[in-house]
C-alpha cells in the first residue's frame, strides 16, 4: 500500500485504499478512510460524499434493521438510509472546526454514525407507534359510533332515518374536507390512504385524513347522540 499521505492524493486512489482499509485489520489502518471524510465534510466535496454512501451504506442499514420490521428493498428503508446520512452530514458540516479536532480516527467518526443511525430508527419507530395508536383509536371511535347508531336506529323508521342524518349532514359537516372525508369513507368505504393517495391536493396524508375523521366522528357523536336517545 502507498505511503503517500493521504491529504495528497487523488481522490480516486483514496477511495480505493478506504475500502483495503475497511476489509483489513484495525492495526493495519491507514487513515484513507477518515481523509474521504475529511473531503467530504472539511473541503464539502461531493464525490468523497458519493463515495462514503456507497462504501458504509452496508453498515448503516446493519444498524437501521434489527427490531424495525424493515427490509432492505423497503422504500422506508431507503429513507432512513437517507435520513441517517443527512443527519450526520448537516450536524458535522455545519462546525467551523476541523474534523481531525473533533474525532481522533476514523472509528470514532463511525461510531458517531451509528449513534446517528440509531437515532433515526428509534424516532421512525416512535412515529410508527404513533400512528398505531391513531390508528386503534379511530377504529375504538368508528366501532362505538357505529354501534351506538345502529342500536337506536332500529327503533326508528327507514326514512326518518335517512331523512335525520341527511339533515345532519347538512347543517354540520363544515367544509369541503369534511364532505369528502364522509363520502369516501363512509359511502365509498375508502380507508385514509386511499383517499389521501385519490386527493393529494386536500390531504397531504393519510394522517390529514385521520384527523378529519376524528374530528367528525367526535361531532357525529355529540350532536347525533340526543337526536337518537329522544
Known amino acids: 500500500m502507498t505511503t503517500t499521505q493521504p491529504e495528497k492524493q487523488e481522490l480516486a486512489r483514496v477511495i480505493a485504499d478506504c475500502r483495503q482499509e475497511a476489509a483489513a485489520a484495525y492495526e493495519s489502518e491507514t487513515d484513507a478512510c477518515f481523509e474521504l471524510f475529511r473531503r467530504a465534510i472539511d473541503l464539502q466535496d461531493a464525490l468523497a460524499w458519493a463515495a462514503i454512501e456507497e462504501q458504509y451504506r452496508d453498515l ?5 434493521l434489527p427490531g424495525s420490521r424493515l427490509s432492505t428493498g423497503d422504500v422506508e428503508t431507503a429513507d432512513l438510509l437517507q435520513a441517517t446520512l443527512l443527519r450526520f452530514w448537516r450536524t458535522l458540516s455545519t462546525l467551523d472546526v476541523p474534523l481531525r479536532s473533533r474525532f481522533p480516527h476514523v472509528g470514532a467518526l463511525l461510531n458517531y454514525l451509528k449513534k446517528c ?3 433515526v430508527r428509534l424516532d421512525w419507530q416512535r412515529r410508527q407507534q404513533r400512528e398505531q395508536r391513531l390508528r386503534e383509536r379511530l377504529q375504538r371511535e368508528q366501532s362505538f359510533f357505529r354501534d351506538q347508531l345502529a342500536t337506536q336506529l332500529e327503533k326508528r323508521d327507514v326514512l326518518a332515518r335517512q331523512a335525520a342524518v341527511q339533515a345532519w349532514l347538512q347543517e354540520n359537516l363544515q367544509d369541503a374536507q369534511e364532505r369528502l372525508v364522509y363520502e369516501l369513507s363512509y359511502v ?16 397531504a396524508s393519510a394522517k390529514a385524513v385521520y384527523r378529519v375523521k376524528l374530528r367528525l366522528i367526535k361531532r357525529m357523536q355529540r350532536t347525533l347522540a340526543p337526536l337518537l336517545d329522544e
Not at 448503516?60 to 437501521?64: D, G, Q, V, Y
Not at 365509498?188 to 390531504?203: D, H
Open 117 to 119: 443511525a440509531i437515532t
Open 188 to 203: 365509498a368505504e375508502l380507508k385514509p390512504r386511499e383517499i389521501a393517495a385519490q386527493y393529494p391536493a386536500e390531504f
Open 60 to 64: 448503516i442499514l446493519h444498524w437501521l
